[in-house]
């Protein structure tokens, strides 16, 4: 159990970073290779794609091969990808981002899923452990990039690539786990019996888009906020120690957060908070001073934060078996980050065609309204599977 626990841990840390430490090169990229924002803004859009087109099939994958070996051969796609990623040319650069985008995919799904079957009593702490490392090494990856491109004189293809020395390490540690043969217990057998089509829930689909506009927020804040901090007087370098401190200010909420929502019958009262804090902070970054930056990135971060623990919490929470999680996740985390795609290349566009950051920056402010709309309904003490 405890090779089990430390696996999950290092596939956490695998599911943001080689994400997260895009943005901050996103410059470096584009005027190296030769190619529009557009187009480097779709290096975060194209992994949401591949969510979406990838996550309503991985249970039924999950299913028939079990998630352990699931989960091992994403692994071992996501350390390809990474290494595509960093050859240095366009075509190689965009097929290892999608390559990474379907690898990370499994992760997302099954993960929570994973949590539920083997952790059925301790599904609050095991979320916020896997949360932590997943926003941890999401917040280095950040911080670091420009650091170890610039210094180091690897550039941002070796900045990129050393994120598949911590994939290939996660790969020989879930190896274990490929031992353990997949358990399909009653539970689930029971839920395919009563082939529950979660599509036609209103609930899941309230759960869907509390899912998919917090991720329309932080993959467009990732991906952006470096280069409205540089355009606010801040360096490349504090721009990107900006997002570093916008997800280390997550990492204690992702974990007393699933634990605080997990022993609540309905997490309504939780929903207020963290929106709360997205409109201050993105207010913060419109219309305050240079010194209020580190304040309003912290505010971002514990709201994103915050609503992602509880969106992940809504997979176990309101599903009565594991069969029923794994779905939700699969649909949520499907058209979520379908939704979440449009954010990056939605902003990027307003901003070509306004030449400011203002209506962009506005629109996010409608998004966290609209969180708190659909988390009010997601966060009542229900099943999907009574909808």
Known sequence: MGLLIIGIILIGANLRAPLTSVGPLVTSISDNLGISNTLSGS??????????LLSPFAPRIARRFGMELTLFVSLILLTIGIMLRSIGGVPSLFLGTILIGLAIAIGNVLLPSLIKHNFASRIGLMTGIYAVSMNLCGAIGSGIS???????????????????????????????????PFKS????????IKNINLWRSGLAWQITFFMGLQSFIFYTVITWMPEILEQKGLSADDAGWMLSIMQLAVIPITFIMPIIAGHMQSQRLLVVPPVIFLVVGIFGILYGSKLFIPVCMILIGIGVGTIFSLS????SLRTQSTHEATELSGM????????????????????????SWTIPLLMLVVVSALIFIVGMRAGKNEYVSTH
């Open 43 to 52: 290096l975060t859009t194209l992994p949401l794609l591949s969510f979406a």
């Open 185 to 192: 217990d009653k539970d689930v057998q029971t839920a395919v």
């Open 146 to 180: 420009i650091p170890i491109a610039s210094s180091s004189g690897l550039g941002w293809a070796g900045a990129l690539g050393c994120w598949g020395i911590l994939s290939l390490i996660t790969v020989f540690f879930w190896i274990p786990q490929l031992r353990r």
């Open 312 to 315: 992940m919490m809504f997979f």
């Open 332 to 355: 949520a985390q499907s058209f979520g980050y379908l939704l979440a795609a449009v954010g990056p290349v939605l902003f990027g566009g307003l901003h070509d065609v306004t030449h």
